[in-house]
């Protein structure tokens, strides 16, 4: 044995002076025990060419330090058994878990509204002074949050997130003047819930008119070469309510009618050239804790109508104005066969009211762009 070290036991106690101030070379039973090498007997030592210690075999060794290593063994084991009798409690845990809610698809109902005379034109100033839409406000001012107050089971803040949801959404979906011209898609995308993007994708890369794939129910789109925003500050007029649907699910509806001052894309632009189109939207959304926690939201439903347009124009891809000058043409709207089998198109119009010119006076009871239709069937 070489160095000096301590008793496997640990240092004795040495109190100053006295007789034991040579306790510290005392070897106790412990010290002995735990010896690797052991001191031949003096008969042993008579022996000729015999070492003064001999070391003990490993079995010996081991025997004495058997225990500390069973004990640490058992150990592992106890560990090891707690963990898997946790993983089988998790697994078979007698609590249901809450399962996860998908969003479902969006139905849309898009309703083009003909008006009954020729378009009138102007320029945008003009336009934006004739009643109603005079009393409107520009741009995402006209967009405004009811009082809020906590329901049940969602607190102010959790509201408030939501509207502000909402109101983004209805930005970038009908304010947004690229996502208006069709040249992007991704400010609206990103606000929807992942369960919907595909629909979502699905309704601009291949519309159709079966009350689930009309692009125009997702947004508001015209055609770039055909006309373009004669003023980009939009006019905005609506409301926003919520109500909490059941615990854990809050729904937000909005109604608002958004007005453009639109001309054509092509040939010399004219300062009395614009003309109004409305776009009156009433959507459905709704939001669990994680659509409020990621921002973002499920629409369930859009009701969407829209003019001046011709009755028998496609505005399930995008909307088709009519502008300055231009009448509706003299169909109807596309015929439906209820013999058809699949989805059944909507086949829907409307008849435009006038909007008051320019040169009402201010006096003049004031008219709107109400659809007098039919029939209108809710989705």
Same mark, same amino acid.
């Given at each position: 044995?070489?160095?000096?070290?301590?008793?496997?036991?640990g240092?004795?106690?040495?109190?100053?002076?006295?007789?034991?101030?040579?306790? =510290?070379l005392?070897?106790?039973?412990?010290?002995?025990q735990a010896?690797?090498m052991?001191?031949?007997? &003096?008969?042993?030592?008579?022996?000729?060419?015999?070492?003064?210690?001999?070391?003990?075999?490993?079995?010996?060794?081991?025997?004495?330090?058997?225990?500390?290593?069973?004990?640490?063994?058992?150990?592992?084991?106890?560990?090891?058994?707690?963990?898997? @009798?946790?993983?089988?409690?998790?697994?078979?845990?007698?609590?249901?878990?809450?399962?996860?809610?998908? &969003?479902?698809?969006?139905?849309?109902?898009?309703?083009p509204?003909?008006?009954?005379?020729?378009?009138?034109?102007?320029?945008p100033?003009?336009?934006?002074?004739?009643?109603?839409?005079?009393?409107?406000?520009?741009? &995402?001012?006209?967009?405004?949050?009811?009082? @809020? @107050?906590?329901?049940?089971?969602?607190?102010?803040?959790?509201?408030?997130a939501?509207?502000?949801?909402v109101?983004?959404?209805?930005?970038?979906?009908?304010?947004?003047?690229?996502?208006?011209?069709?040249?992007?898609?991704?400010p609206?995308?990103h606000l929807?819930? *992942? $369960?919907?993007?595909p629909?979502?994708? !699905?309704?601009?890369?291949?519309?159709? $008119?079966?009350? =689930?794939?009309a692009?125009?129910g997702?947004?508001?789109?015209?055609?770039?070469?055909?006309?373009?925003?004669?003023?980009?500050?939009?006019?905005?007029?609506?409301t926003?309510?919520?109500?909490?649907?059941a615990?854990g699910?809050?729904?937000?509806?909005?109604?608002?009618?958004?007005?453009?001052?639109? !001309? *054509?894309a092509?040939?010399?632009?004219?300062d009395?050239?614009?003309?109004?189109?409305?776009?009156?939207?009433?959507?459905?959304?709704?939001?669990?804790?994680? $659509?409020?926690?990621?921002?973002?939201?499920e629409? !369930?439903?859009?009701?969407v109508q829209?003019?001046?347009?011709?009755?028998?124009?496609?505005?399930?891809?995008?909307? !088709?104005?009519?502008?300055?000058?231009?009448?509706? $043409?003299?169909?109807? *709207?596309?015929?439906?066969?209820?013999y058809?089998?699949?989805?059944?198109?909507? &086949?829907?119009?409307?008849?435009?009211?006038?909007?008051?010119?320019p040169?009402? =006076?201010?006096?003049?009871?004031?008219?709107?762009?109400?659809?007098?239709?039919? =029939?209108?069937?809710?989705?």
């Amino acid at each position: 044995m070489t160095g000096r070290s301590e008793p496997p036991d640990g240092a004795p106690e040495n109190p100053a002076g006295g007789e034991d101030e040579y306790r =510290s070379l005392v070897f106790d039973e412990s010290f002995v025990q735990a010896a690797r090498m052991q001191e031949y007997s &003096a008969q042993e030592r008579m022996g000729e060419h015999a070492r003064a210690v001999r070391a003990l075999p490993d079995a010996q060794v081991s025997v004495r330090s058997g225990g500390g290593s069973r004990a640490a063994i058992a150990l592992v084991v106890l560990i090891a058994l707690a963990f898997a @009798v946790a993983v089988y409690i998790g697994f078979r845990s007698p609590y249901p878990q809450q399962a996860t809610r998908r &969003a479902e698809p969006l139905r849309t109902t898009v309703v083009p509204l003909a008006p009954r005379g020729v378009v009138p034109g102007g320029s945008p100033e003009q336009l934006y002074r004739a009643e109603p839409v005079a009393g409107f406000r520009t741009g &995402a001012a006209g967009i405004n949050y009811p009082a @809020v @107050v906590r329901t049940q089971n969602f607190s102010d803040s959790q509201i408030t997130a939501a509207l502000a949801t909402v109101k983004d959404y209805l930005v970038e979906s009908s304010l947004n003047p690229d996502v208006l011209t069709g040249s992007v898609r991704r400010p609206v995308e990103h606000l929807l819930d *992942p $369960d919907q993007r595909p629909q979502f994708e !699905r309704s601009l890369s291949d519309p159709a $008119d079966d009350g =689930s794939q009309a692009a125009t129910g997702w947004l508001v789109r015209f055609d770039p070469e055909r006309v373009e925003l004669a003023d980009p500050q939009i006019r905005v007029q609506g409301t926003l309510r919520y109500e909490e649907e059941a615990p854990g699910v809050l729904d937000v509806l909005s109604d608002h009618t958004f007005t453009y001052a639109l !001309r *054509p894309a092509d040939g010399p632009h004219r300062d009395d050239g614009a003309s109004l189109f409305t776009v009156r939207r009433e959507l459905h959304f709704r939001f669990d804790r994680e $659509d409020l926690r990621l921002h973002r939201l499920e629409m !369930r439903t859009a009701y969407v109508q829209a003019g001046p347009q011709s009755c028998s124009a496609d505005a399930t891809g995008m909307l !088709r104005p009519l502008l300055a000058g231009e009448r509706a $043409d003299a169909r109807g *709207p596309a015929a439906t066969d209820p013999y058809a089998t699949g989805r059944p198109t909507a &086949a829907l119009c409307g008849a435009l009211e006038a909007v008051s010119s320019p040169t009402t =006076s201010p006096g003049s009871p004031p008219q709107g762009p109400e659809a007098d239709r039919t =029939s209108r069937p809710r989705p």
